[in-house]
């Protein structure tokens, strides 16, 4: 059984977080962009996912004017269909309803079945297609939205 703990991302996580996207984005972003949404607490919350101590995974978001955005998510090469996601969100929703968040947004490649049916299990439903959204691929995002009733009395 797997021994998956979640908790806030910080500086030292960098080197993981960016071979996670050298490894499994398309379009990296650069290792500025990342310690920039590291740093940039009051409207991110960057999480990791660590298995014995190692970080194995992480989720980014956004918090919004009308909910949060779904900045990035993924896991280390090697590492997908354990459960690593699913850990990550889950974690991410627990602290999502704490704040009173009822709406959940993001864009994924349109070609990206396994984050798509992550999403859709989450409730993320379609709501458009964003055009040649990814310069590197010139490919189009999904715009998925998830609306789900606040749990604050
Ligand atoms: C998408 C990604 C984050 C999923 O992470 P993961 O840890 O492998 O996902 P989990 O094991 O927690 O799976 C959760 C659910 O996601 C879906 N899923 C994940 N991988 C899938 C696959 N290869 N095919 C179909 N569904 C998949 C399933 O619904 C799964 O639930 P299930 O196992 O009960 O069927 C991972 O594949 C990844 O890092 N991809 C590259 C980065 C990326 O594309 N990020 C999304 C950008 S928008």
Redesign the pocket.
């Known amino acids: 059984m797997s021994e998956f703990e979640v908790r806030l991302a910080e500086r030292r996580d960098l080197e993981v977080l960016m071979e996670?996207e050298r490894t499994?984005?398309p379009e990296p972003w650069t290792q500025g962009m990342m310690l920039d949404e590291l740093n940039r607490t009051d409207t991110r919350r960057y999480t990791v996912c660590t298995e014995s101590g190692v970080v194995v995974?992480y989720l980014g978001v956004m918090f919004t004017d009308d909910g949060m955005h779904?900045n990035?998510?993924?896991?280390?090469?090697g590492?997908?269909?354990?459960?690593?996601?699913?850990?990550?969100?889950d974690e991410c929703w627990t602290d999502l309803a704490q704040r009173g968040i009822t709406r959940a947004a993001?864009?994924?490649?349109v070609s990206?079945?396994?984050?798509?049916?992550?999403?859709?299990?989450y409730g993320f439903a379609p709501v458009g297609i964003r055009k040649n959204y990814y310069q590197a691929t010139k490919e189009d995002a999904l715009v998925l939205v998830a609306e789900f009733p606040s749990t604050l009395a």
């Open positions: 996670i499994q984005f995974g779904i990035s998510i993924g896991v280390v090469t590492h997908e269909r354990r459960g690593i996601a699913r850990t990550l969100m993001l864009e994924v490649a990206n079945a396994p984050a798509i049916a992550l999403y859709y299990s």
